[in-house]
């Protein structure tokens, strides 16, 4: 069993919390001008990665409140708990430009 | 008119079935007095109603003036009831569910809900501090049952079923938390040293009584030597 650190109620077991996928997935900024591709993609593809994978969790049965979650997928390490709407903690936070690029590309 | 609406609740007051009743005698015969003494049972039908407001607005400040304060931090009571201990479900408490959720606790009765003018009963007294802002008012009554474990082996017989850490020195009286008991969502209240209030929902109540009975069953084998 995994102790995960609610951001309101502290440490609580992993059963109480459900997963929520990727953070940091950005609504398209103009969601009408993309193809079906773009779109199908922006909804169901998202990174499968080995190590550090930002995640967004909710404790189901405590305060009921999201956030996100850094979390190494082979050991399972949690390295961060930070809000919804932060920056990833281990990196710079993005530029609008940046956003805006990553946004259009997915 | 209004005379007939207390009338007709009246009549639906006597026909209501708590969601634990039927293992009343059960919870009677599961108790167990004496040193390693643990008891369960049902208080049914007390008023729930659902607040959310968003802690610092306006209507925070209201709500909170009506109720006497709305907890502002995890685990926190407030209210009148707050320092209630077992037995006596008399004053109106406020249990902190998040950071904009809370769920007001009182006697079941007209004062609670009741019908009469808006403001007269706790009730409408919430919906008119609410006014239509942003925030919430709901009754919920129905939603939960509220049983109470008591005794000295009361905390025991939750440990084996609450991952949370349940001692006094972590746990202290006058703290309500949202969390899970025997695999089922509940809000577990501690009202004093050896007494604890469990809100399941309705349709948990069942289950989480025969749980807990089972969970008690130990402490009335005679004890070997």
């Known amino acids: ?106 | 008119m209004a005379q007939t609406a207390e009338r007709e609740n009246d009549v639906i007051r006597g026909l209501r079935r708590s969601p634990a009743g039927h293992l009343a005698d059960a919870f009677s015969q599961g108790s167990v007095s004496g040193e390693q003494g643990v008891t369960l049972r049902e208080v049914p039908f007390l008023t729930m109603i659902g607040v959310r407001a968003a802690p610092g607005s306006a209507v925070w400040d209201r709500l909170g003036a009506v109720m006497g304060g709305l907890p502002e931090r995890y685990g926190q009571v407030t209210g009148s009831g707050a320092g209630d201990g077992p037995g006596t479900e008399q004053g109106v408490s406020v249990l902190w569910l998040g950071p904009q959720e809370f769920l007001v606790i009182a006697a079941d009765g007209p004062n609670a809900l009741g019908g009469g003018a808006a403001g007269a009963s706790l009730l409408g007294g919430l919906l008119d501090a609410l006014a239509g802002d942003p925030g919430q008012v709901v009754d919920l009554s129905a939603n939960r049952t509220t049983f109470e474990l008591a005794g000295p082996s009361a905390r025991a017989v939750l440990e084996k079923s609450c991952a949370l850490d349940l001692h006094p020195r972590e746990f202290t009286v006058g703290t309500a938390v949202n969390t899970q008991i025997g695999l089922i969502p509940a809000v577990l209240w501690k009202v004093d040293e050896a007494a604890f209030r469990i809100f399941p929902r309705a349709s948990f109540a069942d289950f989480l009584g025969r749980w807990l009975l089972d969970g008690m069953r130990e402490y009335a084998a005679v004890e070997v030597p």
């Not at chain 1, 929520?20 to 593809?45: C, I, R």
């Not at chain 1, 969790?57 to 009921?64: E, K, L, M």
């Not at chain 1, 920056?87 to 805006?100: E, F, K, L």
């Open chain 1, 1 to 106: 069993m995994l102790l995960f650190s609610c951001p309101n109620c502290g440490p609580r077991d992993e059963t109480e919390f459900h997963y929520g996928g990727q953070a940091h997935v950005p609504y398209p900024k103009d969601a009408d001008a993309l193809t079906d591709k773009e779109w199908s993609e922006f909804l169901f593809y998202r990174d499968n990665t080995r190590g550090d994978f930002a995640e967004r969790w909710v404790h189901s049965t405590g305060c009921r409140q999201w956030f996100n979650m850094l979390r190494d997928t082979v050991s399972y390490e949690i390295k961060a708990v930070y809000p919804m709407g932060g920056s990833r903690p281990d990196q710079p936070p993005a530029t609008a430009a940046q956003t805006q690029q990553k946004g259009q590309q997915s």
